[in-house]
């Protein structure tokens, strides 16, 4: 699933991520609040969708194939990473467990990212 040239970014995001800051509660003391901050709504059923969809690095499908994952950047405007699945674990533990996955970006800027999914959460590595 790729982007047209010259898409509405941010309208094509709106599946994965949404603002959310008037339904978030606060959860107990805040000790630190930025100036400035945007909170997100993520949809983990589209981004599940999306990740499935990902090609496995180094394989024939992502050379044919790529998978854009559109996420917010600090600057308040989205980036495009290319995703490629990028399995790290033994494959006997990823036998034990197929709902740990991680994932490679490449962003369009060339920044390359490492993130994984459980299912419930999404992390990021630099």
């Known amino acids: ?9 941010r309208r094509r995001c709106r599946d994965l991520v949404a603002d959310h800051e008037s339904a978030i509660t606060a959860q107990g003391a805040r000790p630190i609040i930025p100036r400035a901050y945007r909170t997100f709504a993520l949809d983990q059923a589209a981004l599940s969708a999306r990740l499935l969809a990902a090609p496995l690095e180094h394989s024939a499908a992502a050379a044919r194939a790529t998978v854009l994952l559109p996420l917010p950047l600090p600057d308040g405007t989205f980036g495009r990473f290319a995703i490629k699945e990028s399995p790290i674990m033994e494959p006997g533990l990823a036998a ?26 999404l992390g990021s590595t630099r």
Do not use: H, N, V, Y
Request: with cysteine; charged share 25%; net charge positive.
């Open 96 to 121: 034990q467990f197929p709902e740990i996955k991680t994932f490679l970006g490449q962003g369009s800027m060339t920044r390359r990212r490492q993130c994984g999914s459980t299912g419930r959460r």
């Open 1 to 9: 699933m790729a982007f047209e040239p010259g898409c509405d970014l």
